[in-house]
């Protein structure tokens, strides 16, 4: 079996965990024909290494391979193969967690061991959960007169086509692997080639654990060009993508001008978070403070507009300042390091131009605002106030740890200062008036809307998105339905 080129890269602290860095196309670890891309340690902006990238040979390769292995094995092997398949990966990705997180952190600059304990430890939970679906997903038999019978078949898609972001290089590939491969799928994953290592690590678990060849192919390269092509490929039944509303709209063309092959998009968001006059204004700056700061900003459902009722706005500001200045910045590889820097020197020139823009706008920068330290990517997090959601910073995503904080009246208005946005993923309120709850959350035009907490993910529980938000769902049962179509079959009866 051709294994490409092994790479040891190495953490600040000395470990050293090796990496494939060719294209895995039918179970191989094969050279690319695109250029050679450099990913970068975006804690010391120092490359971590170069990895191969595809060009449209090397996709048309991975095309053809999932075609084949979805018409020659995965689509003939009994569902409850692909759930113990699923599961054995899973348990492997338990064996190697620390090396899964070590890269996640290297290649994105999260902290490891959030990268351990939330997004690899919740992706092999979303593998658990979807193995266990993999022999569940049935159709349905619909009486309809005497001598006919009909009968639903809940199958398959054929080649999932996925693209994805580098916000969290394993799990968002991780959503859409687990619930494509459980409905019997098969999968051309293109990884951010900002963050290409995570997944050619779970690549070598995908072959060890024994999936057929072709049923899961990884490549990295350049969106513009890898991910343009896939996403106009004839081939590929379904994409999923989890990035921009502007290279959201790009796929919907690539869908358009091709073969009309089905979407899913998650894109991004605004999302804000209400704070009553008559909720625990300490649970509310927690949970606030987590809904934006997480990841460092970088999450599409962040809560980046805090809306606060007038009466307790310099309340829940002092708390919410004092739980920020708790925030510890610093190499990724530490174990008190909550935030690390941002993904790269283009996202981190955007956000220190946003908070730019924001003070020009006239809001007021009540905390942090500059760079952090003279290396590596990092911002200070950053409290805006005397904010108005007719401002930039209210209306555009900012991708970064920036909070926009306004107050509001009565809750009419923030519900209104809430929706007046052309996103919709998520919402929240913070409140202790049961009705006020119920309100707001039927009021809300976001897919999530968290009530007293913030930033709450379950692999059990739908995700995605309103408006420019995107649409499809990832999680829970309702992913099933984004990776399955259903056939009616009718039966005349010929009788005796
Ligand atoms: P992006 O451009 O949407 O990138 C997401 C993925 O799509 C990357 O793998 C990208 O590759 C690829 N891509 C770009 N153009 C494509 C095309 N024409 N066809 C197919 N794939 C394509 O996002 P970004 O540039 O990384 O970040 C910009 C902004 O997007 C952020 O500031 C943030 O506002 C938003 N964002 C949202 C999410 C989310 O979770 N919803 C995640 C990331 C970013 P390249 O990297 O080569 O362009
Ligand atoms: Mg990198």
Avoid at 264 to 289: M, P, T, W
Avoid at 295 to 307: E, F
């Amino acid at each position: 079996m051709t294994q490409g080129d092994i790479q040891t890269v190495k953490t600040s602290k000395g470990q050293e965990v090796k990496v494939h860095t060719h294209l895995f196309i039918n179970n191989e670890f094969v050279p690319g024909h695109g250029p050679l891309i450099e990913t970068i340690n975006p804690a010391t902006e120092e490359v971590i290494c170069s990895v191969h990238s595809a060009d449209e040979s090397d996709v048309d390769a991975a095309v053809q391979a999932a075609k084949n292995a979805y018409k020659d094995t995965w689509r003939k092997l009994a569902p409850a193969e692909r759930g113990r398949l699923i599961h054995k990966l899973a348990d492997l990705m338990e064996r190697d967690k620390e090396e899964i997180a070590t890269l996640d952190a290297l290649d994105n600059g999260k902290a490891f061991w959030i990268a351990r304990d939330v997004d690899v430890t919740d992706s092999i939970a979303c593998f658990r959960y979807f193995a266990g679906w993999a022999d569940k997903i049935h159709g349905k038999t619909i009486d309809t007169t005497f001598d006919k019978m009909c009968y639903t078949r809940h199958e398959a898609l054929g080649v999932v086509g996925a693209v994805i972001p580098w916000n969290y290089p394993t799990m968002m590939a991780v959503w859409k692997f687990a619930p494509a491969l459980a409905a019997g799928n098969t999968i051309v994953m293109k990884t951010s080639e900002i963050t290409p290592l995570p997944l050619y690590k779970l690549a070598e678990l995908f072959q060890e654990a024994g999936f057929p060849a072709g049923v899961v192919n990884i490549i990295t390269g350049y969106g513009a060009t890898t991910g343009a092509y896939l996403s106009s490929h004839k081939g590929i039944s379904k994409m999923a993508f989890t990035g921009s509303t502007l290279t959201g709209r790009k796929i919907m063309e690539g869908s358009a001008g091709s073969n009309l092959k089905k979407l899913q998009l998650e894109l991004g968001g605004k999302s804000a978070q209400i704070v009553c006059a008559d909720a625990d204004l300490a649970n509310a700056a927690v949970h606030a403070h987590g809904g934006i700061f997480n990841n460092h900003g970088q999450s599409c459902n962040a809560g980046s507009r805090i809306l606060v009722q007038e009466e307790v706005y310099d309340k829940f500001l002092e708390l919410f300042i004092a739980e920020t200045k708790k925030i510890v910045l610093g190499d990724p590889f530490n174990d008190d390091t909550f935030q690390g820097p941002q993904i790269n020197k283009a996202q981190f020139e955007k956000i220190l131009n946003y908070i730019k823009i924001g003070q020009d706008e006239g809001a007021t920068v009540a905390l942090g605002g500059k760079r952090w330290g003279d290396k590596g990517y990092f911002i200070e997090p950053t409290i805006l106030t005397n904010c108005k959601n007719n401002m930039r910073v209210m209306q555009e995503e900012i991708f970064g740890p920036v909070v926009c904080i306004a107050t509001f009246k009565t809750i009419e208005e923030a519900i209104e200062m809430a929706n007046d946005s052309d996103y919709g993923l998520a919402g929240g309120v913070y409140t202790s008036n049961l009705d006020t709850a119920i309100t707001v959350t039927n009021e809300l035009q976001a897919g999530t809307v968290w009530v007293n907490c913030f930033d709450v993910f379950d692999q059990s529980t739908p995700f995605g998105g309103y408006k420019q938000s995107g649409f499809g769902k990832e999680l829970g049962k309702y992913a099933l339905q984004e990776y399955t179509q259903v056939k009616v079959v009718k039966i005349q009866r010929l009788g005796l």
